[in-house]
Every structure is written in C-alpha cells, then in structure tokens.
C-alpha cells in the first residue's frame, strides 16, 4: 500500500513542461531566426545566382537588343528582319 501511495505522489507532483527551463524560448527563437535567414536570403539574391546589389541597370535599349539578337539565334527571324530592327534600335 505505501508503495502505491508513493507512486501516487510521484505522479501528482509538478509537471515539468520544457519552456520551464528555456528550452521552448529557444527552439522559438531559433526558428524565428532561421525564417529571417530565409526571406533575407531570398530577398537579397538574383535568380542567376549574383547578389542584386551588383546588377548592372539594364536600359530598355538593351533590353530589346538582347531580344532580338535572341529571336534571330533561335532562327526565328531571318538575318535581314534582325539587320532591319537592329537598324531602328539603334536609331
């Protein structure tokens, strides 16, 4: 009988949750840390790889050469359209 009643004891005494000894302030902080990591990460880099902050401004001339030169590698236009259009960008 005093053996159950000890057992009783030991199983009604204080519950030890884990945010009693930091360990869930810790395991929040860290997560809330990682998440930042993760959006500054994705934020402050290019698709390509390179870090936005080193990106050339790219102007809409450019841009449409660019294009184009595309466009004609690909074969969808022919070497005269590409002359004619690279004539009128560049004007």
Do not use: C, N
């Amino acid at each position: 009988m005093q053996e159950q009643t000890r057992a009783l004891r030991d199983l009604s005494g204080p519950a030890r949750f884990p945010h009693e000894e930091g360990e869930m302030t810790a395991a929040v902080l860290a997560s809330i840390a990682l998440a930042l990591m993760a959006v500054w990460a994705i934020t402050t880099s290019h698709p390509s790889g390179a870090p936005s902050s080193t990106r050339k401004p790219v102007s809409p001339l450019d841009e449409a050469e660019r294009i184009l030169t595309a466009r004609y590698a690909r074969g969808i236009i022919s070497t005269q359209e590409y002359e004619r259009m690279l004539v009128i960008l560049r004007r």
